[in-house]
Each structure stands twice: as C-alpha cells, then as structure tokens.
C-alpha cells in the first residue's frame, strides 16, 4: 500500500491503476500525461461513441442514439434552478441533490472507466443477442467480470442486474443466455476481487441517511427545518407525518436529480403494458433500481457518503432511457416547429447545470497545484533506492486559512497522495481520505507521529524512524516541524522542500 507503507492494499478496486501502469509500462509515456491528458480523453470519447453505438443497434433510431449520448455526456440535476431561486442569480451548489451531474465524471477516472466497461458489455450483449458466439461470450463475460476490479459499485450493479435478468430470461424465455453471463462474469468477479477484500462487508444499513443529510447540510439541498422534523418525526414514533416527510424528500432527491431526465419515466408506463418486456429493458431497469436503493438504504464505513455513487449507475441509464424517450416525443410531434420549440426548451434546462459546473470548475485561477521546487524534489527522490518516505501530518488549520487563496499547493488543499505518486516511494501516512475509504486504522499511526513530532525530542524522533523503518523525511521548509529536523542529514534542498536520509 504506497500511502500507508507496510500494509497490503484492500478494499479498493485496483484494475484503473494497473491499466494506466500497463500503457505506462508499454509506451513509457509519463503517468501524470496518462493521467491529466490522455485516459480522459480516451474514455470520454468511448462513453459517446459506445452510448451511441448501442442505443442506434438497440433501437434503430439515429435521433434516440444522439439524444441519449447528449444526456449520458450534459444531464444534470436542477441544483441551477434552486440556487436561481434562492439567491436571485445564477450559480451552483455542486451535487446539490448528493449525485454528480453527468459534466463530472471525469473527476472519478475508474468511474468513467467503468462506462466504458459497461458500454463494452451491453453493445456486446446486442450482438450476442443477434448471433451468439463463443468468443464474443468470453469478450462478455470478461467485461462485466472485471468491472468489479474497477469499480465496485458498477460491478455490484451489474452482477445484481444480470442476475435479475437472468432470472427473468429462464422464467418467461425459458433460455439460458443470461444466465451463463451471469455465472461467468460472477466468477471472474469473485477470483479478480476476494484478495483484495480483506475485511467484512463495508457497507452499514442506514436507511435514508442521503435523503436526511440531503435536506440538513447547508451545501446541499438545505432545507435545514424541514430536515430537523423529518428526523424528529422519526425519533418521536409519529408515523404518518414521518412517512409523508421522507416521502416528500425522497421526490425532492428523484426529480431533484433527474431534471430533464424525467422524462424517462414514461419509458416505463410503455414497458408495463407489455406482455412481454425486453430482456434489455429489465437489466436497465433493475440497474437503476438497484442503484438507487443500495444508496437509499446503506451507508459505507469510514465514509457514510460514499455509496451515493451506486446512483450514478442509475443516473447513467435513466440518461439513455431519457433520450429513448425524447426522441419519441420529437417523432410525434406534428410540425418542425414544434419540435425546434421542444429542442429549446430541452437545451435550455438542460445545459445550465452544465454551464455553471464548468464556470465553477475552470476558473481562471485553479484550486490546487504542485509548484515546480516540489516537482523538482519529488523528481529527485523518485531517483533514490526504494525506503519508506516520512510526510509530516497534514495540517487542517493552516489548510482552511489558504482556502481564499487559489490556487493552493496540494500540502494546503486535502489529504492526497502527491507524494508517493510523483516519487514513487512508499509513505508512511498520506491520503487519509482514501485511507478511511478503505478501512484502514490510519488514525493511531497519525497519532503516533503528532506525539513524536509535537514532543520536539531529536532522541524520541530517531527511535521512531528506526523503529518505523523510514528511509527519507520529506519536508516542506516552512512547516511548523522543520525544527525538529535541523542537524540531520540533509540530502536536498531547494527554497519550498528539504529531503532528509
């Protein structure tokens, strides 16, 4: 575990960082190119090209194919409009309703990734569908197999609904296609992840703490009374007016969400007045029912939040449904007229969520950065034998005091793991977010370093790097422990960072 030195890694979903060491490996193109440049833009043309390519062979229908790619790369939530309505201007309150609008998915690369997979799986799915063959049931299995090893949440997702769907095949089509795609994919699932799993279930039922912090936090929806009585009315056993709150903020959190994708819904007042529902329409169904109801009722250990992005599966199908949808509704439509009238309006609630997002994100003056006498002396260490690299705690306070200060260096922004990525060292401690994520008990080794270091003992010091086996101290100048450090065996030093051995 590179950030938490002397441990395995667990828990976490390691296939986007193997591919990217893999081309890295292969091409000897420098990982942060690979990173920040090249594997985004690789995944977010494949998402496009791939949603398209499977709706047009799904439905026959160029119009539905561009309007469900238009949802899966610009649907958002109407964050915009609330923030219009309670300040009197244009704004955003990001994830307002807990789930990422469709613009941010490139802020979670094995997320995107996992689209990708999908993608794979479903266009493969339609050709197996049309002419079944072994090796594209390989190729099948193979995708929804390793996306658990890219993300766990898509893999979950998946695995669930191709169960479900397997099930419903068996019973009213009396084959066995989706079955065997189920065991498969379980299989490869279950030998590419257990060694990765190291603990129990890292989930915890929780029912509607989104919907009850959704309302609460005031960087989210933040109806902070109507919040206050859902839970009182819960805790005081006053039954009816609890169901009726929790009812009301969950259709806040649906069409919150949803926004223009709302639209999906009639999708399914046609499919249950069918006889006989396509075995598609039921994986995509129980997707996104799946999604939303892991994220509904469980919370994840360490980081409660977290499971919100099962739902980002369901936005991303109820995305494609919504563009099904809307393309019929342009092929009834009477006049062209009529239809450019109902473009507009699409686009033009649509596309602020958007708009705001990026004026928000790309900013003329970016949050964080790596100054360059970093780069030089992360460069410098990445050269030196492999040990275990000392970073001092990371410092809240004087993190939120450079907050009005963009951009920041990445040691004054978040708990990240900067260090071990760009010197390819082991760190003792570093990204305690992940860390937690993970489950990793990174707080009695944060503790144990904050004795050592606030002690200002150089004996007490020396016995804990012997002790702990660390190689290199790495050292911002100005940091309130550089005293602790003077008359040790400096090995590099520029005017930001001091290297120790």
């Known amino acids: 575990m590179p950030i938490f030195a002397g441990e395995q890694i667990k828990n976490y979903h390691i296939g986007f960082d193997l591919l990217l060491a893999f081309v890295n490996r292969i091409t000897n193109i420098p990982i942060s190119l690979l990173y920040f440049q090249i594997f985004p833009l690789v995944t977010a043309s494949l998402i496009g090209l791939l ?32 923030y219009f309505l309670k300040n009197g201007h244009f704004g955003v309150v990001e994830s307002m309703f807990w789930i990422q609008p469709s613009v941010l998915t490139l802020i979670n690369p094995p997320y995107a990734l996992s689209l990708v997979l999908i993608l794979l799986g479903l266009n493969l799915m339609f050709l197996q569908k049309q002419k079944s063959s072994l090796f594209g049931f390989l190729f099948l299995t193979m995708f929804f197999g390793l996306l658990i090893q890219i993300k766990v949440y898509a893999g979950l997702v998946v ?39 190291k603990s129990g ?9 989104i919907l009850e912090t959704m309302m609460i936090f005031p960087d989210r929806f933040g109806w902070v009374r109507f919040g206050e009585a859902m839970i009182n009315y819960r805790l005081g056993g006053k039954f009816f007016k609890a169901v009726v709150a929790y009812i009301i903020a969950f259709l806040v959190f649906l069409l919150g969400n949803l926004g223009t994708r709302f639209l999906a819904v009639f999708y399914w007042t046609k499919i249950l007045r069918r006889k006989k529902p396509e075995s598609f329409d039921v994986f995509i169904s129980t997707a996104i029912v799946i999604g939303l109801i892991v994220s509904l009722f469980f919370v994840q250990k360490g980081t409660p939040w977290n499971t919100i992005q099962f739902s980002y599966y369901s936005l991303f199908f109820v995305s494609i449904v919504a563009g099904i949808v809307f393309s019929g ?17 699409m686009l033009l609630f649509t596309l602020p969520t ?62 990240t793991s900067y260090v071990s990525a760009y010197s390819g060292q082991p760190v003792w401690l570093e990204d305690e977010v992940n860390l937690d994520i993970m489950g990793y008990n990174w707080q009695d080794r944060r503790f144990k370093l904050e004795e050592v270091v606030s002690s ?6 020396m016995d804990f790097l012997v002790k702990e086996n660390i190689s290199y101290i790495y050292l911002i100048n100005k940091s309130k422990y550089a005293s602790l450090f003077l008359g040790r065996n400096k090995i590099y030093e520029n005017e930001l960072v001091s290297i120790y051995y």
């Open 329 to 345: 509704v342009l092929k009834i439509s009477k006049t062209k007229l009529a239809n450019y009238l109902l473009i507009f309006g």
């Open 456 to 461: 200002n003992d150089s004996q007490k010091l």
């Open 51 to 82: 949603t398209y390519k499977f709706v047009l062979n799904w439905k026959k229908s160029e119009t539905a194919a561009f309007w469900s790619t238009f949802f899966v790369y610009f649907g958002g939530d109407l964050g915009w409009f609330v």
């Open 201 to 209: 279930s890292l989930l915890v039922f929780k029912p509607f703490w």
């Open 159 to 197: 695995l669930a609904a191709l169960l479900l769907t397997a099930v419903y095949d068996l019973l009213i089509n009396k084959k066995f296609n989706y079955l065997k795609v189920f065991l498969g994919s379980f299989i490869i699932s279950f030998l590419v992840f257990l060694p990765n799993l």
């Open 354 to 415: 958007t708009i705001s997002v990026l004026a928000h994100f790309l900013s003329s003056r970016p949050p964080a950065m790596i100054q360059r006498e970093e780069l030089a002396a992360l460069e410098f260490l990445s050269k030196m034998p492999k040990g275990v690299v000392l970073v001092m705690p990371f410092d809240k306070e004087a993190a939120e005091n450079a907050r009005d200060y963009p951009p920041r260096p990445l040691y004054l922004y978040e708990s």
